[in-house]
Every structure is written in structure tokens, then in C-alpha cells.
């Protein structure tokens, strides 16, 4: 193999020498893999230094060296040990398999220049040390960087079309209920997901529902277990409804068949998108009834909600949590033992009172859950032809926001509405006081936490009137209910 440069071009013999390998997964495929490319980089060493020591391979083997989001781990381990002086040399396949940034080849110019590194290359060598070998690379650089460019336009274009036309997507994470294909239906899985659909809208838990698919070693397209986030997520994708999405919005119709029917899936969105059944407050949350929103800090300029959070000594209590996410105030901490105790004795005595079940049976019947349905079809439906119209660049970018923004308002209205009516469906009625506290005994959480939601907006905690009080201190307490 003849080489593009003699030995003359080195300042002298016997560098540390590195290797850095990369290559892309295509090119895998092509046969042209990891060890071809080593092995012509150390005959190309062995040439131009007959003194080299290889001090180290770096291998970022299937990693972009475009994508600013992804660290490249050896390639970062390779820049300390230049600084470091470890290594005084460095071999490639091509100068483009080391980086295609124009900030990182600035960086490798600079130790070229100050260090006197040396960068050899089997294709297209360039030295960094010389004016005019940075002068080149700069501009083979910015070519490749345009050619990455153009490259990702013409993938984004194509996904453009390929979205507008309802086509399956290609490559990825395989869908749970359909085969790599996109549109094969794997009716066991999609027979999975149909069940799990049914027991949501039955009001049951998703850590139970996940708890059930364990025991019954029903796993995910990975082959790991279900998670409560990950089965969340599989029942909200359109794709389970026949719906193609871009950038996350519905653009057309999928050319595969749908699990679930529209109706279906605009219930579960709205069942699991329920504030009243995002309970907060990690694991522990499972034990509270008073959590996802139904308590807020009375402190003045704070009203966040409080989150579950047992004492150091495993009291259950509800807490201003001051950490991140909630970023609360800090200041207000209730046991819950004797809160939900109350709670539930007002509760159950208010939802049984006769003018409450009228306002709830009014509630049900001025909108029916099909008139709601049909509401949020009209809107999404409004979205993807939006979407279509952003697509094919007929409107801007802005004017799709604008108004997605503004549609999604209303669908997330909706939605509740919807979760409300799902939550009051599945409420005992009729009973008397005896019969509703008898209720409440056999109860799960959830049904509880519906009923307590049906009449109760949310409850503010307020300081401490009574230092040293343990009980439940009434005064701190202001009760909202729902009208």
C-alpha cells in the first residue's frame, strides 16, 4: 500500500502513539469492521515511525462523531491523555472518523500547534502542525459537516413523507403488539394490551395491573418486566389506535391495524393523565389517600402541594418537600394517620347528603362521555390537519404552535372532564351513611381516593396552632369543596 506522505514529514521518530478507532454500524454491515481498520492503522504507523510505541487503542465503535448529545467516551479518554502527555501521536482511519465539529478539530489543531501532536491519517493525511495541513482540514471539515447536514435534511424530509403518507416507522425499539415491521400485529401481545386497556378504564391500578403481568411472566418487546411508566406509556402512544405521529403530534392515518379503537384510547389518556391519580411522593405514595394534589401548603407565596413522606421514625406524614421537583417551602409537615381519618369521616358524611348526590347526578348527565369523546376527535383531528399543513410547510412553524397550544387547552379540558365522569361512574349509590361507611371499609385506595376527589377539592395546611400538640389540629385546616 502506498502511503500520501514519507517519514520526512515527522519532526522525529519513536512517538507514543495512539490509535483511535471508529466506525459506523452501516459500515459494519458492509463487512468493513473494527479490526481491518486497526490493523491498517498500525501498518501505517510501523511505516512512517519504525520507533513507534502504541500506547493505547481508543474504540468508539457505532458512535457519531457529529451528535454534540452523546459523548464519546474513549475519544474523551484519548484528549486527557494528549494533555497528559501519554500519547504524542495519533493514528486514524480518516481524519472524518475522529471528528466532523469544527469546534473539536479547532481543539486538535491547537495541540497539533502547541504540543506538536501528530495526527496521521491512512486516507486524506493532513498535518495539524503546519498552517497549511490546518488550513485543509478546516476546509475537509466544514465539507464533511455539510454533508452531515444535507444528509440528516434529506432523512428529515424523508420522514416527513414517509409520516404524511401513514407509514410504519423503520428501525428502533420494536412496538409492543407488532412485529420489527411496524405493521404485523403479534395478536398475543395486542390480546395483552387489550386487557391491560379494559382494567385501566375499570378503575384498576397500574402498579396492580404490572404486579399481575409479573406473575404471569408477561414481558415487555425487550423481554424485561413491565413498569407502571412503561405500560403508561405503551396504552397513551397513538400508534396502539392506527394513529402516525411526528414530533409527537397525529399527522395521518397508520397503514397497519389498530388495537385499540380511538374512543378507547382518548378514555385511557384522559384516565391516566387524571392529576388526581399522579399521586407524587415515589413508592411510598401507594399508602397515602391524600396525595397527588389533594393537600397544598397553607403558607402564604408557597401552595404547593404536599407530597407523602414517612418520619425518620416511619410515621406516615404528608410534607412541603423543599427538593426538586416541588420546590416547596419546607415549612409544613401533617400526620396523615389522624388527617385521613377526618377526611373520610367528612367525606363520606357530605357525599351522602342529598343535595351532593343531586349535584353529582347533574354532573353526569350534562355531558355525556360519547358527546366528550367526540369533542376531543373533532380536536385532534383539527391537530393532525394542522400537522399535515406544518409538514408540507403550507403554514409556519409558529402558527402550528399557536394553535396546537390552544387545542391542546381544550382537549386537556376535556380530558378531565372525561376522568371525572369515569370516577363518579364507578362510585357507589344510593347507600345510606351505614351502608357507605361499610363501603369504604372494603374499599381499595383508588376507589377511595375517587370518592374523596368527587367532593373535595383539596384541603390547605397551614402552620401549627397549638405547640406541642400531637393530635389532629383542626385550626390548621381550610377545606375547599367542590361546588
Request: hydrophobic fraction near 40%.
Given at each position: 500500500?502506498?502511503?500520501?506522505?514519507?517519514?520526512?514529514?515527522?519532526?522525529?521518530?519513536?512517538?507514543?502513539?495512539?490509535?483511535?478507532?471508529?466506525?459506523?454500524?452501516?459500515?459494519?454491515?458492509?463487512?468493513?469492521?473494527?479490526?481491518?481498520?486497526?490493523?491498517?492503522?498500525?501498518?501505517?504507523?510501523?511505516?512512517?515511525?519504525?520507533?513507534?510505541?502504541?500506547?493505547?487503542?481508543?474504540?468508539?465503535?457505532?458512535?457519531?462523531?457529529?451528535?454534540?448529545?452523546?459523548?464519546?467516551?474513549?475519544?474523551?479518554?484519548?484528549?486527557?491523555?494528549?494533555?497528559?502527555?501519554?500519547?504524542?501521536?495519533?493514528?486514524?482511519?480518516?481524519?472524518?472518523?475522529?471528528?466532523?465539529?469544527?469546534l473539536e478539530l479547532e481543539y486538535l489543531c491547537g495541540y497539533a500547534e502547541s504540543f506538536g501532536t501528530l495526527f496521521a491519517a491512512v486516507h486524506g493525511y493532513i498535518d495539524l502542525r503546519t498552517s497549511t495541513g490546518r488550513m485543509a482540514a478546516r476546509m475537509a471539515a466544514a465539507a464533511a459537516r455539510g454533508e452531515v447536514e444535507h444528509k440528516a435534511e434529506r432523512q428529515r424530509s424523508a420522514n416527513r413523507q414517509r409520516a404524511l403518507q401513514g407509514e410504519s416507522w423503520s428501525g428502533g425499539m420494536r412496538a409492543y403488539g407488532y412485529e420489527k415491521d411496524g405493521t404485523t400485529l403479534i395478536e398475543a401481545e395486542a390480546e395483552v394490551l387489550r386487557e391491560v386497556a379494559k382494567r385501566v378504564l375499570e378503575r384498576q391500578s397500574l402498579r396492580s395491573i404490572v404486579a399481575d403481568l409479573d406473575r404471569r411472566e408477561i414481558r415487555t418487546s425487550t423481554g424485561k418486566p413491565w413498569q407502571a411508566v412503561t405500560l403508561r406509556r405503551a396504552l397513551q402512544n397513538p400508534r396502539i389506535a392506527g394513529w402516525r405521529t411526528l414530533n409527537g403530534e397525529k399527522v395521518a392515518r397508520g397503514n397497519w391495524e389498530q388495537i385499540i379503537d380511538d374512543e378507547t384510547q382518548a378514555k385511557l389518556v384522559a384516565i391516566l393523565g387524571d392529576p388526581a391519580r399522579n399521586k407524587g411522593g415515589g413508592g411510598s405514595a401507594r399508602k397515602y389517600l391524600l396525595s397527588g394534589?389533594?393537600?397544598?401548603?397553607?403558607?402564604?407565596?408557597?401552595?404547593?402541594?404536599?407530597?407523602?413522606?414517612?418520619?425518620?421514625?416511619?410515621?406516615?406524614?404528608?410534607?412541603?418537600?423543599?427538593?426538586?421537583?416541588?420546590?416547596?417551602?419546607?415549612?409544613?409537615?401533617?400526620?396523615?394517620?389522624?388527617?385521613?381519618?377526618?377526611?373520610?369521616?367528612?367525606?363520606?358524611?357530605?357525599?351522602?347528603?342529598?343535595?351532593?348526590?343531586?349535584?353529582?347526578?347533574?354532573?353526569?348527565?350534562?355531558?355525556?362521555?360519547?358527546?366528550?369523546?367526540?369533542?376531543?376527535?373533532?380536536?385532534?383531528?383539527?391537530?393532525?390537519?394542522?400537522?399535515?399543513?406544518?409538514?408540507?410547510?403550507?403554514?409556519?412553524?409558529?402558527?402550528?404552535?399557536?394553535?396546537?397550544?390552544?387545542?391542546?387547552?381544550?382537549?386537556?379540558?376535556?380530558?378531565?372532564?372525561?376522568?371525572?365522569?369515569?370516577?363518579?361512574?364507578?362510585?357507589?349509590?344510593?347507600?345510606?351513611?351505614?351502608?357507605?361507611?361499610?363501603?369504604?371499609?372494603?374499599?381499595?385506595?383508588?376507589?377511595?381516593?375517587?370518592?374523596?376527589?368527587?367532593?373535595?377539592?383539596?384541603?390547605?395546611?397551614?402552620?401549627?396552632?397549638?405547640?406541642?400538640f400531637t393530635g389532629l389540629d383542626l385550626a390548621r385546616l381550610n377545606w375547599v369543596w367542590r361546588d
Amino acid at each position: 500500500m502506498s502511503l500520501p506522505y514519507a517519514s520526512a514529514t515527522l519532526s522525529h521518530i519513536g512517538h507514543r502513539w495512539g490509535i483511535y478507532v471508529r466506525i459506523s454500524r452501516d459500515r459494519i454491515g458492509a463487512g468493513l469492521g473494527v479490526q481491518r481498520q486497526e490493523s491498517e492503522i498500525r501498518e501505517m504507523i510501523a511505516r512512517l515511525d519504525p520507533e513507534a510505541v502504541i500506547v493505547e487503542v481508543y474504540n468508539d465503535n457505532d458512535m457519531s462523531a457529529s451528535n454534540v448529545r452523546k459523548r464519546r467516551k474513549d475519544y474523551d479518554r484519548m484528549i486527557a491523555d494528549i494533555e497528559s502527555g501519554v500519547v504524542t501521536a495519533v493514528g486514524c482511519w480518516h481524519l472524518d472518523r475522529v471528528t466532523r465539529r469544527n469546534l473539536e478539530l479547532e481543539y486538535l489543531c491547537g495541540y497539533a500547534e502547541s504540543f506538536g501532536t501528530l495526527f496521521a491519517a491512512v486516507h486524506g493525511y493532513i498535518d495539524l502542525r503546519t498552517s497549511t495541513g490546518r488550513m485543509a482540514a478546516r476546509m475537509a471539515a466544514a465539507a464533511a459537516r455539510g454533508e452531515v447536514e444535507h444528509k440528516a435534511e434529506r432523512q428529515r424530509s424523508a420522514n416527513r413523507q414517509r409520516a404524511l403518507q401513514g407509514e410504519s416507522w423503520s428501525g428502533g425499539m420494536r412496538a409492543y403488539g407488532y412485529e420489527k415491521d411496524g405493521t404485523t400485529l403479534i395478536e398475543a401481545e395486542a390480546e395483552v394490551l387489550r386487557e391491560v386497556a379494559k382494567r385501566v378504564l375499570e378503575r384498576q391500578s397500574l402498579r396492580s395491573i404490572v404486579a399481575d403481568l409479573d406473575r404471569r411472566e408477561i414481558r415487555t418487546s425487550t423481554g424485561k418486566p413491565w413498569q407502571a411508566v412503561t405500560l403508561r406509556r405503551a396504552l397513551q402512544n397513538p400508534r396502539i389506535a392506527g394513529w402516525r405521529t411526528l414530533n409527537g403530534e397525529k399527522v395521518a392515518r397508520g397503514n397497519w391495524e389498530q388495537i385499540i379503537d380511538d374512543e378507547t384510547q382518548a378514555k385511557l389518556v384522559a384516565i391516566l393523565g387524571d392529576p388526581a391519580r399522579n399521586k407524587g411522593g415515589g413508592g411510598s405514595a401507594r399508602k397515602y389517600l391524600l396525595s397527588g394534589g389533594l393537600l397544598v401548603c397553607g403558607i402564604p407565596g408557597c401552595g404547593k402541594p404536599l407530597q407523602s413522606q414517612p418520619s425518620n421514625a416511619g410515621s406516615r406524614g404528608y410534607v412541603c418537600r423543599k427538593s426538586p421537583p416541588v420546590g416547596g417551602c419546607g415549612r409544613i409537615r401533617i400526620a396523615a394517620d389522624a388527617l385521613e381519618q377526618e377526611v373520610a369521616t367528612r367525606v363520606l358524611a357530605r357525599f351522602a347528603s342529598p343535595a351532593i348526590a343531586r349535584r353529582l347526578s347533574g354532573a353526569m348527565a350534562s355531558q355525556t362521555e360519547h358527546q366528550l369523546l367526540d369533542q376531543i376527535k373533532e380536536h385532534e383531528e383539527s391537530i393532525a390537519e394542522l400537522a399535515g399543513d406544518w409538514v408540507a410547510r403550507r403554514i409556519s412553524k409558529e402558527a402550528f404552535q399557536a394553535a396546537d397550544r390552544r387545542t391542546q387547552a381544550e382537549i386537556a379540558k376535556l380530558r378531565g372532564q372525561i376522568a371525572q365522569s369515569t370516577r363518579l361512574a364507578s362510585l357507589p349509590e344510593g347507600l345510606g351513611p351505614r351502608e357507605l361507611a361499610e363501603w369504604w371499609v372494603d374499599a381499595s385506595l383508588e376507589r377511595r381516593r375517587d370518592l374523596v376527589s368527587a367532593v373535595l377539592d383539596h384541603i390547605s395546611v397551614g402552620p401549627t396552632t397549638r405547640v406541642g400538640f400531637t393530635g389532629l389540629d383542626l385550626a390548621r385546616l381550610n377545606w375547599v369543596w367542590r361546588d
